[in-house]
């Protein structure tokens, strides 16, 4: 079987570039006993992975030069010497960027095709919406009344968060980078309020005009200087979920700014980072918080998918423009359906 | 009568003169009903109280114009209306900055003249005892094995912490201004290390050295580069308790410096604001631990006294020069005995 895979060509300094990925075709060999030959179906593309591109020491390893890259894709098995996997199961996992791939099974995640959109279980069923859960609940802790801001809020990430803390009966506030997006979190997910950051004129005071009874929870997705404004809104024991740093990502150096520390001390607060697989332990509860939701329609999911393999290096630089509304996905090939 | 006060002459920019203060003398009026007459007999000085000389909101209301500061006093009643508060009795509580002063009880806490020295209950007994407990203990959660930093490790917060972290069974490094404080920290209190980061010449080297494994738990005190240092060795789940951020106290713009939150996100570390007034309601559980380690003679304990009530300003504006070891405070007057 011929497959296409991209290489991560060089590391980026700065922003990633064309010249970050390869793509090659290559034949895969046989496949051995308790193999399976998988054929991706819908890959993800996440801002994470930017980090993983560095050799720096992460909260994930670095990638390794001119190997395939690897993320969150829906795949199916089209061929199987794995009873567990049988021909025409769909599964979810962390595998190669490639229109086909072989696995032992291991690390995979059986989906049930029935259940939701497949492309669903890399966004709102999967990391995207258990990190919303994880860091929204367990560190944001939103109650009834409090007043939340989240950035990135019509990312994958953050238009779960804000969506959960509706239903928590929270005012809710969302920073995002259009006005198509703050369009669709207040008359599509039910926002309170939304701040175009790149339009409005100074961001500090539309988020004092948003927040009259300032802000308890904030889920950061950005940093920078939409953070600084939130910041200068704490109220008193405030808690502040920093999900990613998308500001850093593409910086050659350490970031600097006004320091929190004060702030924290001041409002006696807490801010703690966290990846979703933190919370490992508490993916049931969380997962089924989500999909309860979402039957009851109180959850609305937006995806944002390119199709073809080729779009992937574009889709992946997409994320850092601020353009994309909900989550990034591309479409790799059409299911079979014989699974279903 | 007569009584002499300190008042808050003017609102100091960035670090206070002897101008911030004005000394004055006056008759106290008659006792009424329920008074008591208090003649000061130690003074606590701070460095919280530079926020109050400020008119920015903080955690604690400014100090007003004109009026007596006011801070951690304990005092004898001379004279009484109050039949909870009879003559001998000692007290501690938030008084005025006068030699005399007159008050109805509330919130003054009476204390056992046998139980310990009374310049005890403005320290390891009192608040910054109590500070150090539960910043340690319940935003550090330090356990068994771990590594413990703690800048302004000599001070009065400070030197509790570290002695508490070695009841716990931790690995602990002291960050202090002076050769005097670090022999002091190492020889009397037995931290394992400790860094004088004015003569140091790289405060990240020295701290790697002496935290091989990485860093579980800081206790800040002071904030700026020496925090910058101690981040670049957060461990994952790494736990940083906020309780001072003395390097800026005196600053007259906002402290900038290389943002905290990546490296949070890194290492899924959480950081906490806090002052001590937030665990009111876990005070009992504090002070009978810190009294049972003190009866046991696990915690050592230092003062640093100077006599006579013209002392103050010089006392208070000494908490910045980095130049103390222990707690600060001021005799103003001998204790009669009379309640022993």
Chains 1, 2 share one sequence.
Not at 8 to 30: A, C, V, W
Not at 258 to 269: C, D, F, G, N, Y
């Amino acid at each position: 079987m011929r497959a296409r895979s991209i290489l991560l060509n060089e590391r980026p300094q700065g922003m990633p570039t064309d010249n970050t990925f390869k793509f090659i075709e290559d034949d895969l060999p046989e496949l051995q006993e308790e193999q399976v030959l998988l054929k991706s179906l819908y890959i993800s593309v996440d801002p994470y992975m930017r980090g993983r591109m560095s050799e720096a020491k992460s909260y994930v390893a670095p990638y390794q030069l001119h190997e395939p890259i690897t993320g969150g894709i829906v795949a199916e098995v089209v061929e199987s010497r794995n009873k567990q996997l049988p021909q025409g199961a769909v599964v979810m996992g962390n595998l190669p960027w490639q229109t086909y791939s072989i696995s032992n099974g291991n690390g995979l995640t059986q989906i049930d095709p029935n259940l939701a959109p497949l492309s669903y279980h890399l966004g709102i069923l999967g990391m995207p919406g258990l990190t919303a859960y994880c860091g929204l609940i367990f560190i944001g802790d939103p109650k009834e009344g409090e007043t939340v801001v989240v950035s990135g809020a019509a990312g994958a990430v953050g238009s779960v968060v804000g969506q959960i803390a509706k239903i928590k009966g929270c005012r809710v506030i969302g920073i995002a980078g259009s006005d198509n997006k703050v369009n669709y979190l207040k008359q599509d997910l039910g926002f309170d309020e939304a701040i175009n950051y790149k339009t409005t004129g100074n961001i500090q005071e539309a988020l004092a005009a948003a927040c009259p009874n300032g802000v308890d929870v904030y889920f950061d997705n950005v940093g920078g200087e939409i953070s600084d404004a939130v910041y200068s809104l704490l109220n008193k024991f405030a808690r502040i979920a920093v999900c990613g740093q998308i500001a850093f990502y593409n910086a050659t150096s350490r970031p600097t700014g006004p320091r929190v520390e004060p702030i924290l001390l001041k409002t006696s607060s807490l801010m703690k980072g966290f990846i979703v697989s933190d919370y490992m332990e508490r993916f049931g509860e969380a997962a089924s918080g989500l999909a309860g939701w979402l039957k009851e329609g109180k959850l609305q999911y937006e995806e944002n998918i390119l199709e073809g393999f080729d779009q992937l290096p574009h889709a992946f630089l997409g994320l850092f423009k601020g353009e994309n509304i909900g989550k990034q996905l591309v479409k790799v090939a059409e299911y079979s359906g014989a699974g279903r």
